[in-house]
């Protein structure tokens, strides 16, 4: 019943910008942590963000200072805005609930080409 939808992926070219969301429905969004995570091929799952219901945030250190993760508990939305894109964040990334995660979505490709 708990289903989490990921948009927003695409091809962009580095230096550039995306932003991603996820809506969930099936929980109750504004008590929930949510996630990001991204995995590239042939590498494992990396957790690339967290924002707790009250939007304390944490990151990981290959992303700190250019993604930034954001909530909208009024629209079940979670949001990664993705600033000077590398070549190394091509992943498909994926949101889930709660933390540590028990769901997912189906994840969204991002495609940074150099």
């Known amino acids: 019943q708990v289903q989490l939808v990921e948009s927003g992926g695409g091809l962009v070219q580095a230096g550039g910008s995306l932003s991603l969301s996820c809506t969930a429905s099936g929980i109750i969004f504004s008590t929930d942590a949510m996630v990001w995570y991204r995995q590239a091929p042939g590498k494992q799952r990396e957790l690339v963000a967290t924002i707790t219901r009250g939007g304390s945030t944490n990151y990981a250190d290959s992303v700190k200072g250019r993604f930034t993760i954001s909530r909208d508990n009024a629209k079940n939305t979670v949001y990664l805005r993705m600033n000077s894109l590398k070549p190394e964040d091509t992943a498909v990334y994926y949101c889930?609930?709660?933390?540590?995660?028990?769901?997912w979505g189906q994840g969204t490709q991002v495609t940074v080409s150099s």
């Open positions: 889930a609930a709660p933390w540590p995660p028990t769901y």
